[in-house]
Structure formats: C-alpha cells, structure tokens
Nanobody
Framework: QVQLVESGGGLVQAGGSLRLSCAAS????????MGWFRQAPGKERELVAR????????YYVNSVRGRFTISGDNAKNTVYLQMNSLKPEDTAVYYC???????????WGQGTQVTVSS
C-alpha cells in the first residue's frame, strides 16, 4: 500500500505563489507516476500536472502551463507543485495521486484547499 499526504495549501492573493507538497510512504517502489489534480465547486476533477518517476517526464494542462511546475525528490519520496501567478480560477481542492503503471491513479491524498482571492 502507498499512502499520500499533501500539505502547503492556503489563501493567497491573485498573482501570488504557493508550493504544494505530497509525501509518499509505504510501497513507494511501486509508484510509476504521480499527479496533481484539482476540483473546484461544481466542476469535475481535472488533472493539473503529472510527473513520471522513472525519467522525470512531465505533463501540464494548458491552463497552468508556464505558471505551475511539478517536480519530484526521489530520496524523500515527495512530489511538489510550485504554483506561480495564481489566478482566482485556480481556487480548488488540490489532490495528489499516484499510479503503479499506465493505468488509472489508484491512491489519493486527502486534499488541500487552495484559495486565490482577486
């Protein structure tokens, strides 16, 4: 089993920055990729960014590309999401997730609230 714990959410003004962290524990050797998702009220959960553990390959949804950066620290089994130039539309609960292969994400963190005020 893998367990994920997020931290780093909060309230920030538009244009500000936040860094989210997600610490993995347990069978971390089974992790193939980790991603950050977000869900705003009344909206579906969306994948924001993803990093593949083996080679560091990354993916970003168009709305955050150039503003957000996902990175990982293998030694700490931790993945980060650096969020810059935040906009009110970035307000959501952000979730960290992992998957053991190319299939679905199967382990989820508890979520952390990010609120961007205008």
């Amino acid at each position: 089993q893998v367990q994920l714990v997020e931290s780093g959410g909060g309230l920030v003004q538009a244009g500000g920055s936040l860094r989210l962290s997600c610490a993995a524990s347990g069978r971390t050797f089974s992790i193939y990729a980790m991603g950050w998702f977000r869900q705003a009220p009344g909206k579906e959960r969306e994948l924001v960014a993803r990093i593949r553990w083996s080679d560091g390959d990354t993916y970003y949804v168009n709305s955050v590309r150039g503003r957000f950066t996902i990175s990982g620290d293998n030694a700490k089994n931790t993945v980060y999401l650096q969020m810059n130039s935040l906009k009110p539309e970035d307000t959501a609960v952000y979730y960290c997730a992992s998957r053991p292969g190319e299939g679905a994400y199967n382990v989820w963190g508890q979520g952390t609230q990010v609120t961007v005020s205008s």
